[in-house]
Structures are given as structure tokens and as C-alpha cells.
């Protein structure tokens, strides 16, 4: 029965107030939060080298003038901010409750510094600092500079202004536009893309003050140059005008090269030269430019651009004429013609023959010389022109071709050659046995080549028939066929053979002597015998 009277334990757990059991359930919840805060202490107070790791600053490496910027504040966990503070160098720059980013819309180079942001937390009191990064804003192209040129023009010239600057290579592509100005007055239409600006004529309300600007077709940048003074010199007339002549060599020769210089010791601005010739005052050429000379070119001279020549010069007020120079015209000589005159028809010997020699063209003086088969027999000159003579005095020697030349100093020309014939004592054979002497030189050349070709290529058979010495020959080898002949001969029977060119100095060529014995019954044995006795003399000169 005592099993009965214990009591159950379910009732004793029903037993319990819910007031307590409300109270429990608090302290749970209570303990949770604890936990829970304990946990966000252990990371907000972790070691220093891990601090600051939830709150970063993004910003972008490189930056150029006029580009945009966006400055990031970026956390690591997802916490409520109630506030978010952007700094440069130290000083405030924007606070947010909402924002973590800070725009820069067009970087200048005054914004280039350390930049860093800070965060405050809804739940806990203090605040968060991210990183320095430090932004540096380069610069996308230097203040321009305007130059002109010429620094000091003068009224009526022109004057072209250059507005100069450069982008970096790695903004290459950004378009510039420029823009000039005078005295607070814009010139032109405005803006352009050519960084070069002329003006036409300038004149002396032009002079002041000039600059220029430059910037970016997106308008994120303009620049502008320092301010030039610019005067405008009033113009100087041309004085002093002169014209030169040159040519090469220092001659004008038909068919070369002419220069005409024309120059002015002063003169401003534009100055147009002109050169005529004082025979027609037509204009030959004009040239206008910026500078105190010019020159025209003749090429191809002739004979009749001989002449006075002058040049004028004019910078728009009156024109001012050079003096005149003269030029003359050199004519190489044209080749000359030779003439003989002699008191007869056939020149005889004693004769006085007359060498006329004249060129029909060249400029004067012109030297003369003659020539007797290219021997030189004297010169003369002909500086009045008609050409020149020379006279000769005939002797047997003087036959023979005769030449001249004529000269004068711009090439040498040879006439034809003209032969003359003398008659008389030895005259005329003289000459005919040089010519046939030169011939039958020739041709007993051919005559002793052919002897030795067939002394050295001798017909089969033809030595046993003769025994004479290698070279010997027989004048008429049929003489010696025959025996009845041979008996007549009872001396030493010379033969000559002049085979030597006529007119040259050699008595005869080849001498054959044959000794015949007194009385032979065999005349041919004996003959055959003493055939060695035969003697050959070849080319004997007189002493």
C-alpha cells in the first residue's frame, strides 16, 4: 500500500506557479542577448593589425584633369551606419546617413591629395576610419603659348598666329579646340580645331594686345596663354634697287645659263621684282615674296638675247628701276673653212700660196693656226674679224693635205682638209712615189709573207730536183730546165730583183749570182754541182 501513497511525479512538475515558469523563459532570452553582445565585443576589440579591416575608400590610380571621380566608402559587414564622413588632407569634405559615395565631377590639379572616410555605427558609439589613399591629379595639357610670326610685322603683310600646346601620350586621342583674341576682342569666327589663326593685311589699328585659349571639345578644360604685345611696323619703301648678272664660267655663252639678280638695300613687306629688256621694255618675268632679292633664270641663251637688261622692285608704293647692265652674248666658233690661193691653176714649185682660213660664226677675237699634214706652219689672229692668212713660199716638200684651226677661247674647230698638188722639178713625182710608195710598201709586205709561207710548206718531190740553200730562189726557175742555155753562160751572171716599195731608199731587195764552170761536157751535172755557189742579199740600204 505504501506504493499508493508516494506521489507522482508529474503532479509535483504540474505543481509548479506559471509565474515562474514566465520569469524562466525571460531569463533565456536575456541570456541570448548577452551571448550576442559578448560576441560583438570579441570583434570589435580583436588585435590592432586587424582593425580597420571593415571600412575600405576605393578611388581610381590615375586621374587627368577634367576627368570624374567617385570616392567609394566601402563595409565589411552589413551594420547600420548613422553616419559616413569624407576627408581630404584632415578637413571635412561631406557627411552622409545615406551615402557611402562622394563625387568629383571635374578633377582639378588643386584636388590631388590623401583622402580617407569614416562610419559610425547605430548600435555602438564610436567610429570606424578606413585607410589614407592618396589621389594624385595630373595634368592633361599645359597652358598654351602664342607665338607670331613675324613677332614685328609690318602694314600690308600678313601675320599668322600658332596657339601651342601638347597632350600626354596617354590622352593622345582628346580633342582640343582653340580660340584667339585681341584687346577682349575675339578674332575670327571663334573656336576652331586648327591651332593656327592668319590674318591677311595688317595694319596699324592691329597692334595690341593678343592671346589665346585652349580646351577640351567636352569643355572639361580650358586653358589660356599669357598676353603679347604685337606692334605694327609702318612699311619701308624699297631703295637702292641693283640687278646682277651671272653665269657659269662667268660668261654668257649661246645655248648656256643666265641669271638676273634683282635686290633692294631696304624694303618691308611684300616686294614684286620685275626685269625687262631697255630694247622693248616688255616684261621678261615678275615675282612677289617676302625678301630683298629675287632672280630669274634664262636658259638656252641665243645670240639675240644680247642686250641692256634692268629690273624694278615695288612694295605698293611707287616703283623704283634699277640701272642698266649690259650683256653680251658669247658665240663659240663654227668649224672654219681653209682656202688655197696660188697665182695659177698647178701650183709649180717657187710659188707663193696663200692659206686663207675663216669661221663664218664666233665671237671676236678668234686665233688661227695652220697645218701641213698635221705640222703646225704658224697662227694668226683675226680680232676684227674676216678671218686669217698665211703665206707659203712652195718648195717639192709642200705637196700634201693642208688644215686649220680656229679658236677663241670656247672650243676649238677644225675645217676640212684640202690637198694641194705641186708641179715641176721632182714635185709631183715626189708626191706620186710617196702615195705608190706607200702602196707597193704594202704590198711586198704580202709579197716576202707569201715567199715564206711557201719556203716553209714546200711541194713533195721538188727538193730532189734542187738542192739549193733553204730561202734561195730562182729568178725564172725554166732557165735553169734547159742545158743548151746554160752552156752560153761563162761568167757570173748577176740578177736583181727590186721588190722593195718604190720611192724608198733601198738600192734592191734580193741579188742572185751563179758560177758556171768553163767547159762541162755534162753541163746540167755540173751546174747542179756547184749550185751551193748561189749568194741571196735581201733588203740592202744604201749607205
Known amino acids: 500500500m505504501a506504493d499508493t501513497d508516494s506521489p507522482c511525479p508529474s503532479s509535483l512538475f504540474l505543481a509548479i506557479p506559471m509565474s515562474q515558469l514566465f520569469f524562466f523563459y525571460d531569463f533565456l532570452k536575456l541570456l541570448d542577448q548577452i551571448l550576442m553582445l559578448l560576441w560583438s565585443l570579441l570583434v570589435i576589440f580583436a588585435p590592432v593589425s586587424e582593425q580597420a579591416g571593415w571600412l575600405t575608400l576605393l578611388a581610381p590610380s590615375s586621374v587627368f584633369e577634367g576627368d570624374s571621380i567617385v570616392l567609394t566608402c566601402q563595409k565589411k559587414y552589413n551594420w547600420n551606419i548613422k553616419r559616413m564622413t569624407f576627408y581630404k588632407d584632415k578637413k571635412e569634405l561631406f557627411f552622409s546617413e545615406e551615402l557611402s559615395n562622394f563625387p568629383i565631377q571635374r578633377a582639378v590639379m588643386s584636388d590631388s591629395g590623401n583622402y580617407y572616410c569614416t562610419a559610425t555605427t547605430k548600435i555602438f558609439p564610436w567610429t570606424e576610419t578606413s585607410k589614407i589613399v592618396y589621389i594624385k591629379v595630373q595634368e592633361l595639357f599645359p597652358c598654351p603659348v602664342l607665338t607670331a610670326s613675324p613677332s614685328q610685322p609690318t602694314e600690308g603683310s600678313p601675320m599668322t598666329l600658332t596657339c601651342e600646346t601638347q597632350l600626354p601620350p596617354q590622352r593622345s586621342n582628346v580633342q582640343l579646340q582653340f580660340c584667339f583674341f585681341r584687346d577682349s576682342w575675339t578674332l575670327g569666327s571663334g573656336w576652331s580645331s586648327s591651332p593656327k589663326f592668319q590674318i591677311a593685311d595688317m595694319w596699324s589699328e ?301 738600192v734592191y731587195s734580193q741579188v742572185w749570182s751563179i758560177q758556171q764552170p768553163e767547159e762541162s761536157a755534162n753541163t746540167r751535172r755540173t751546174f747542179l754541182e756547184n749550185k751551193d755557189s748561189q749568194v741571196i742579199y735581201s733588203s740592202v740600204k744604201v749607205s
Open 206 to 506: 592691329d597692334s595690341g594686345s593678343y592671346w589665346c585659349e585652349a580646351e577640351t571639345v567636352t569643355h572639361s578644360v580650358r586653358k589660356r596663354s599669357l598676353q603679347s604685345q604685337i606692334h605694327v611696323q609702318s612699311k619701308v619703301p624699297v631703295s637702292n634697287v641693283s640687278l646682277e648678272t651671272w653665269a657659269p664660267g662667268g660668261q654668257v655663252i649661246e645655248g648656256g645659263k643666265l641669271v638676273l639678280l634683282c635686290s633692294v638695300a631696304e624694303g618691308t613687306g611684300n616686294i614684286t621684282f620685275s626685269w625687262h629688256r631697255e630694247a622693248t621694255g616688255t616684261s621678261l618675268g615678275k615675282k612677289t615674296q617676302r625678301s630683298l632679292s629675287a632672280e630669274l633664270e634664262l636658259l638656252a641663251v641665243k645670240e639675240g638675247d644680247a642686250g641692256a637688261y634692268y629690273c624694278r622692285a615695288d612694295n605698293s608704293q611707287d616703283p623704283i628701276q634699277s640701272k642698266v647692265v649690259d650683256v653680251p652674248v658669247r658665240i663659240p666658233v663654227s668649224h672654219p673653212v681653209l682656202t688655197l690661193r696660188a697665182p695659177r691653176t698647178q701650183a709649180v714649185v717657187g710659188d707663193l700660196v696663200e692659206l686663207h682660213c675663216e669661221a663664218l660664226r664666233g665671237s671676236l677675237p678668234i686665233l688661227y693656226q695652220f697645218y701641213h699634214e698635221d705640222v703646225t706652219l704658224g697662227s694668226s689672229s683675226a680680232p676684227s674679224g674676216g678671218g686669217s692668212s698665211f703665206n707659203l713660199s712652195l718648195t717639192a716638200e709642200h705637196s700634201g693635205n693642208y688644215s686649220c684651226e680656229a679658236n677663241n677661247g670656247l672650243g676649238a674647230k677644225h675645217s676640212e682638209a684640202v690637198t694641194l698638188f705641186i708641179s715641176g722639178p721632182d714635185g709631183y713625182r715626189r708626191y706620186l712615189a710617196r702615195v705608190l710608195g706607200g702602196l707597193f710598201g704594202i704590198l711586198g709586205f704580202i709579197g716576202v709573207a707569201l715567199l715564206f709561207y711557201c719556203w716553209s710548206h714546200k711541194i713533195p718531190g721538188e727538193s730532189s730536183r734542187t738542192n739549193a740553200p733553204r730561202g734561195a730562189s730562182s729568178p725564172n726557175p725554166q732557165e735553169f730546165t734547159h742545158s743548151s742555155s746554160l752552156a752560153d753562160m761563162e761568167e757570173l751572171q748577176p740578177v736583181y730583183v727590186n721588190v722593195g716599195p718604190v720611192g724608198v731608199d733601198v
